[in-house]
């Protein structure tokens, strides 16, 4: 997961969103940070100084594991999304290839996650990221934490690969293309 010597330092896209700016959901129907979704995480992130985000994630009944504790795949999925979000400031569309996350303290039912993110090195079509989950504040104590590396993909991905019936509706809503096109993939 370390990045190779040859990697060099993200550099935030011009054209960003400036810092302190919501980034908004990148799909309605998306799990992480979508609208659509009732039992979805809702995350908003925020953009961030450099190449870097925050976001916050509370933690509702549906998101359980054990009996009023957050399930880990539901804490890694916040950890992922809020480190995918980095796209938006690099203006690159990316998926997580590998995810490695590392659970330092149980999180109950109704904790607000306090989530933050930075690109750490690119090198070619390669995002290295990480990510921090805090419990009581942004500075709190550290419950969850991950590294990843993302690859950055052509809007192909997603219509090469997408059931028809979502990829279809996606392509009917002129929002979604907007958004789908707006960043090009430069190797
Ligand atoms: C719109 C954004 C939404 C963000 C939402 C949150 C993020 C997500 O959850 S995305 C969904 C989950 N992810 C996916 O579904 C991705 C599924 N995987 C894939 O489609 C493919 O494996 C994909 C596109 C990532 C890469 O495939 P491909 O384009 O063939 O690239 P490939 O050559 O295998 O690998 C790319 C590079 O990564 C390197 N690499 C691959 N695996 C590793 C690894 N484990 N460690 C280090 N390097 C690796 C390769 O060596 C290669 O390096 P180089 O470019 O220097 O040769």
């Given at each position: 997961m370390a990045p190779p010597p040859r990697a060099t330092a993200p550099v935030r896209h011009p054209d960003a969103p400036p810092t302190g700016e919501l980034l908004g959901s990148h799909y309605g129907h998306c799990f992480g940070c979508g609208g659509q979704q009732p039992h979805g995480l809702h995350l908003e992130v925020r953009?961030?100084?450099?190449?870097?985000?925050?976001?916050?994630?509370?933690?509702?009944?549906?998101?359980?594991?054990?009996?009023?504790?957050?399930?880990?795949?539901?804490?890694?999925?916040?950890?992922?999304?809020?480190?995918?979000?980095?796209?938006?400031?690099?203006?690159?569309?990316?998926?997580?290839?590998?995810?490695?996350?590392?659970?330092?303290?149980?999180?109950?039912?109704?904790?607000?996650?306090?989530?933050?993110?930075?690109?750490?090195?690119?090198?070619?079509?390669?995002?290295?990221?990480?990510?921090t989950g805090r419990i009581g504040g942004p500075d709190g104590p550290l419950a969850v934490r991950a590294d990843a590396l993302f690859v950055k993909v052509d809007v192909e991905h997603f219509t090469e690969h997408g059931r028809d019936e979502e990829i279809q509706a996606a392509m009917a809503d002129p929002d979604q293309v907007r958004r789908a096109r707006a960043f090009k993939v430069n190797p």
């Amino acid at each position: 997961m370390a990045p190779p010597p040859r990697a060099t330092a993200p550099v935030r896209h011009p054209d960003a969103p400036p810092t302190g700016e919501l980034l908004g959901s990148h799909y309605g129907h998306c799990f992480g940070c979508g609208g659509q979704q009732p039992h979805g995480l809702h995350l908003e992130v925020r953009a961030g100084q450099q190449v870097d985000v925050t976001a916050e994630f509370t933690v509702r009944p549906v998101h359980q594991g054990a009996p009023g504790l957050a399930h880990g795949g539901v804490l890694t999925t916040a950890l992922d999304e809020t480190m995918g979000s980095l796209g938006w400031l690099l203006h690159v569309v990316m998926v997580t290839r590998r995810l490695e996350t590392e659970f330092v303290r149980p999180v109950p039912v109704g904790t607000v996650l306090h989530l933050a993110a930075h690109a750490v090195a690119a090198e070619g079509r390669k995002v290295f990221t990480t990510a921090t989950g805090r419990i009581g504040g942004p500075d709190g104590p550290l419950a969850v934490r991950a590294d990843a590396l993302f690859v950055k993909v052509d809007v192909e991905h997603f219509t090469e690969h997408g059931r028809d019936e979502e990829i279809q509706a996606a392509m009917a809503d002129p929002d979604q293309v907007r958004r789908a096109r707006a960043f090009k993939v430069n190797p």
